[in-house]
Nanobody, 119 residues
Framework: QVQLVESGGGLVQAGGSLRLSCAAS????????MGWYRQAPGKQRELVAT???????TYSDSAKGRFTISTNNVKDTVYLRMNMLKPEDTAIYYC?????????????WGQGTQVTVSS
């Protein structure tokens, strides 16, 4: 079993910054990637950024140039630094961990952390 605990959300003015953290515990061997997704009211959950076990990063178009995903040296915590925040970044941000379960990928999710950007 894998547990993901997020922190760092909050209320910030447009143009401001926040850093989200997600700490993973449990059996995280065979991890494929960790990352962040978000879901705004009335919208589907969407990818923000991922960091693969190979250190390859993926960003959504809206995150490129403003957000940076990183990890610690033991790769059990992932961070999302968000700069130049916009009101449209307002959403619940979910941490994701994907690992191999046998030959299939399996996703684990955190409880979500609210990010609100005021104009």
């Amino acid at each position: 079993q894998v547990q993901l605990v997020e922190s760092g959300g909050g209320l910030v003015q447009a143009g401001g910054s926040l850093r989200l953290s997600c700490a993973a515990s449990g059996f995280i061997a065979s991890m494929i990637s960790m990352g962040w997704y978000r879901q705004a009211p009335g919208k589907q959950r969407e990818l923000v950024a991922t960091l693969a076990s190979t250190d390859t990063t993926t960003y959504s178009d809206s995150a490129k140039g403003r957000f940076t995903i990183s990890t610690n040296n033991v790769k059990d915590t992932v961070y999302l630094r968000m700069n130049m925040l916009k009101p449209e970044d307002t959403a619940i941000y979910y941490c994701n961990l994907r690992k191999l379960q046998g030959v299939r990928p399996l996703d684990y999710w955190g409880q979500g952390t609210q990010v609100t950007v005021s104009s």
